[in-house]
Nanobody
Framework: QVQLVERGGGSVQAGGSLILSCSASTGNTESTNYMAWFRQAPGKEREGVAVSWNGRTSTYYVDSVKGRFTIVRDIAKTTIYLQMDALKPEDTAMYYC????????????????????WGQGTQVTVSA
């Protein structure tokens, strides 16, 4: 089964930027047709952030990050990135990437139970 590894987390001040990466052990496979970013803060439920499909040509972002976060793909489709700009303290969370072969409604906030493969997570901390 494909494996995912996230990197790039760290601590930044509000208004700063970070780039997270999610590398797949294999590229251009059905198991990674849909790739999404989730985040979870202590005491809160895991929430979807963004999802990409159609060879990374289609994307959806939740309203809270729209205009600030962008999914970027590499040519081989083995790695996706989450470019995070204008970070806010409320963005502080453990960020996870996940993949699935099919998603019913990719145009809605990503649902954790629909994703099969998960990365280990990378912490993002934004100070006020």
């Amino acid at each position: 089964q494909v494996q995912l590894v996230e990197r790039g987390g760290g601590s930044v001040q509000a208004g700063g930027s970070l780039i997270l990466s999610c590398s797949a052990s294999t590229g251009n496979t059905e198991s990674t047709n849909y790739m999404a970013w989730f985040r979870q803060a202590p005491g809160k439920e895991r929430e979807g952030v963004a999802v990409s499909w159609n060879g990374r040509t289609s994307t959806y972002y939740v309203d809270s990050v729209k205009g600030r976060f962008t999914i970027v793909r590499d040519i081989a489709k083995t790695t996706i990135y989450l470019q995070m700009d204008a970070l806010k303290p409320e963005d502080t969370a453990m960020y996870y990437c996940a993949a699935a072969p099919a998603i019913r409604r990719p145009w809605l906030p990503p649902i954790p139970t629909e994703y099969i493969v998960w990365g280990q997570g990378t912490q993002v901390t934004v100070s006020a």
